[in-house]
């Protein structure tokens, strides 16, 4: 099972990686564990009860699930609040990929 000492202790992996890809991608990883757990706001006395995170709504008793508060300071997107906890800071997330703007992939050698 999943503790809440295991959800504070994956953004200090962050802090191993040795390069910007690196440290990117521990990140990644890190907010995707992260944001499932994530209650917007400072504690559980304040937070943002009409946004529940994933696990609240699927765990057999709520009560029980190891939830991770973030102030949602700049957003409300769960994921880019679980990348700031994990140490990227405040990610801006747009649609542009999906607009059709997307780079063309680079020419093979």
Do not use: K
């Not at 700031?84 to 542009?96: E, F, I, K, S, Y």
């Amino acid at each position: 099972m999943l503790t809440a000492a295991d959800l504070a202790a994956l953004p200090t992996v962050v802090e191993y990686a040795e390069t910007g890809i690196e440290r990117a991608a521990v990140c990644d990883a890190c907010a995707e564990w992260i944001a499932p757990f994530l209650r917007i706001g400072n504690d559980a006395t304040d937070y943002d009860t009409s946004a529940e995170p994933l696990c609240h709504h699927t765990a057999a008793d709520p009560a029980m699930v190891p939830y991770v508060y973030e102030p949602g300071t700049g957003t409300s997107d769960p994921l880019a609040l679980a990348r700031r906890r994990c140490g990227q800071g405040l990610v801006a997330v747009t649609n542009a990929a999906s607009s059709g703007s997307r780079p063309a992939p680079p020419a093979a050698p």
